[in-house]
């Protein structure tokens, strides 16, 4: 029987975001976001883990070609948010507040649509800064 | 559905120990733990990675704010145990042996009881050097 | 009832290895693999994290002695890879292809006959650059 | 004689920049700038290193007490640039261009003017992204 | 006056070598290099940072463009080193010992032919692993 | 004429310490020191880069053979320092405040009594923890 292994490949991106929910007033998002909802924004190295899960084929011992994937994922997602404002420059995040948690799951749906068949995606961690991040595997809840 | 989101924040602290069993003799210790057993103790720079599962909200987007999160594990956990000797300054290991594996499962269950009941505590990871770290998920065996 | 804890050592071998099917023609190679198939080969400094689960013995706190974990991990698996050509100084890996994928199930089953009982292998992770790494659990498809 | 050493400290802030000239027009600016000068701005997680020398207090056996290097920094420059968008809310930054060439040497002028005397300011290290960092070490040219 | 900037960027490549004086016996090699001295050579994951001079131009604030420098050092340097076995694919080290320290001297007299005039090359550190890296500022000894 | 190349290897060890003043109160190292000065003391991870200088044997290709030096720094610092209480166990520091700053200067000079005479000490950097490092370069003031 084949083994199931998984493969990861990390991404970054420079952008900027300003947590701010439109419903609230200046002063409920400056109470509630505190720095992280100042008018102007501000920003983050962003580093993304893609993970994929798959047999090595036979032929090649690859469950994917990296550079395959790293075409895809940068054509797909990194190109999108790459030196960009995430409140105004990514449609996908339009009417949604840019926090990291609803990123991930933006992320997830479209890497999705983009991955061959055969291809799983298993996982996806997003680092904000160097002391937190975030992960989503695709779980819903009740 | 929500998504379930899991976040990760890390923490460092400072702190010596003596992996020492008092139950055995000095050669004992010696001869069993090497060098880890020295009788002043030694130290590390611990890394606490803590992760906890939820779903975002859809007021912030937030699964926590991580500020608040950070303040909870500071409060909880760091402040007993940064720049102190694990085997004499900290009242919860009283008794018990200052292992890593010993010390995480200790702070799980710290963190269980001080977490809002919607949060989930899903992983700790406790790096007690650059080349070994420790994992706990609140398994139990039989 | 006694918890279930993760252990992680690090480390880290140098070696070359190039990526080749003998059964293609040279151009075939070179048009699937890239310059992953160049024929000199090229090298990684790789990274291996081998992670057991256990509880932690009562008496010691640990659930393996470190010094142990490392003496076997480097007897077993380090000193066949390290400062070696992935395709021609390891006979494990004869007749295979030694992308990294082949190479984590390898190792895992090496490791899996060398630890001892009581110790359970959960997880293998092989960095082969700063932004790429492969994952293994020891789970087949059908 | 006592001896010279030097003392390192690092700090973190997220901050937006956009780089772009208002002498120019918007296509000059995007022409020269690429995305780096796309209008709503895009950000990073700065890190910076202050390095500062002098000789260990034979009474405490410090250069400075980091716990004050710690204060004095995070007062007189990271409060003013961390979850800020550098081009509208940092003042001294006013009629500069922000990168972080400009950026380094206005932190350099601030730090001199705060530091103790007896204290030497050595070296600016601003890290912008995972793959690029600038030095100062207060050098004019002619 | 203006200010003196000093410029990094990271470059990353993969490549292969072997340690061996031709003048000398296959025992000898042995016995002074150890198992860099294996026939089929080993590799690295390189890590290459270029440190450049110079003053911000008052214009785009920069020392150089960040991309400009990506494309000349990559050009120049990167294309000819990664996924190349350095005792054989690379014409300029041919007749030479792979070693780092002769490597990063012959990239240094690469880059200053490169470079436009205005540039100094200040510094290089070639990182061979995680654990050591060498230094060159072009310096000669008498 | 030769190049004068850097190289720098890195050595990790684990001790514990208390900054304290004998000749002070218990009080006045409380206020001075804060929680450095908690009586049983903490502990670090620290990381020593030690760089040499010299020019590449055109035999070797070689400043230093990197498993001679490894050799000789573990012999001369790391044994004496791994696993232990700097306050107790070093008689190198006795009498000495086991600042960082004290600790670089004594590793410096039996370092320097402990190389070949052709090879140059030209710097020390020891890390304390991932925030903070001290570098020294041999030099003394008046």
Known sequence: MPALVYLTRRFEFAAAHRIYNPAWSDEKNAELFGPCSNPMGHGHNYTLEVTIGGTPDPETGYVMDLRQLKKLVEETIIQ???????????????????STENLIVLIWDELQKALPGHIRLFRLRLWETNNNYFEYYGEKTD
Chains 1, 2, 3, 4, 5, 6 share one sequence.
Request: net charge neutral; no cysteine; proline share 11%.
């Open 80 to 98: 999108h948010l790459d030196h960009k404002h995430l409140n105004y420059d990514v449609p996908l995040l339009h009417g949604k507040i840019p």
